[in-house]
């Protein structure tokens, strides 16, 4: 479990587990003879891919970036991806049990991302943070109604129909602020209305970035994954991320990276960028 100080605020990476995703699909139209320096495949091309949440105490309330895979699987999408449901136990080996989280922030509604936000007892589904205001953006909850073909699979209508059927799950409209010191701004690339969380305190950001950037493997301003429904969308907004990011010094949090939840990213000599690792 990572920890860290940003300003008055406490960051906690918290996980759900890791499962296993092809690499092939992870980067896209990059050849495997480049990510594989990266990341190593086993005999069936598979990663190891994280599961990160983020938790963040302000000292008033304790905030829930991300929810994992839930335990809410189909019996095939367990065979392909694994259901390590890890989450509610590592939170509360964090000293959170679900009644204490006040806000619960999804960057988007694919099932990897959104899965704990509700369970399932018997028949019944039920929010998994009973106290807590959900978030996410209108437009994602609107395609997630009606997915195509291409993506349909990633949609679990259980982790937030409910939610916003009983009105615990407020859709928002573009950039906006949650709380002092906690806002989302939409990166349009992996889905259109995708939104990272930007955490600031005492002078110092940090931006959980969600599939923008999902690993330190995927910085690299065209290593896109093959999951990317605007392609070009994501090389602009990486661009637009690094023109804050770099300068001002954001720790970024990377949602499926299994080693490396957090880095600072800066530019090498030739001005590409690169992961720097966060000091312990």
């Not at 369970?119 to 009973?130: D, S, W």
């Not at 990272?196 to 995927?218: E, K, N, R």
Request: hydrophobic residues 35%.
């Amino acid at each position: 479990m990572n920890r860290r100080i940003l300003g008055d605020f406490e960051l906690t990476v918290v996980s759900d587990g890791i499962y296993h995703l092809d690499g092939g699909a992870f980067f896209g139209v990059i050849p495997k003879v480049m990510w594989e320096k990266k990341l190593s495949a086993d005999e069936k091309n598979r990663v190891l891919c994280g599961l990160n949440s983020l938790i963040v105490r302000t000292g008033h309330q304790t905030i829930l970036i991300e929810t994992g895979a839930g335990n809410k699987l189909s019996e095939k999408m367990v065979k392909i991806y694994g259901q390590p449901a890890k989450l509610l136990d590592n939170l509360n080996t964090a000293g959170i049990p679900p009644d204490d989280v006040d806000i619960v922030i999804n960057t988007h509604l694919h099932f990897d991302h959104c899965g704990w936000n509700t369970i399932r007892t018997g028949q019944n589904i039920a929010a998994t943070f009973p106290n807590a205001k959900y978030y996410v953006q209108k437009g994602e909850w609107e395609r997630a109604q009606s997915p195509a073909e291409r993506d349909a699979i990633s949609y679990i209508s259980a982790n937030y129909d409910p939610l916003v059927e009983s009105g615990q799950m407020q859709l928002l409209t573009g950039d906006q602020e949650i709380l002092p010191g906690i806002s989302v701004q939409v990166f349009p690339g992996h889905t259109r209305d995708m939104q990272a969380v930007v955490i600031t305190s005492g002078g110092q950001t940090a931006c959980y970035i969600s599939d923008l950037i999902p690993t330190t493997a995927h910085i690299p301003i065209t290593w896109g994954m093959g999951f990317d429904l605007y392609p070009l969308d994501v090389i602009a907004s990486r661009k637009r991320y690094y023109e804050k990011a770099v300068p001002e010094e954001w720790l970024t949090i990377f949602t499926h990276d299994a080693n490396t939840p957090w880095a600072y990213v800066e530019r090498d000599a030739n001005g590409k960028p690169q992961a720097r690792p966060v000091e312990s």
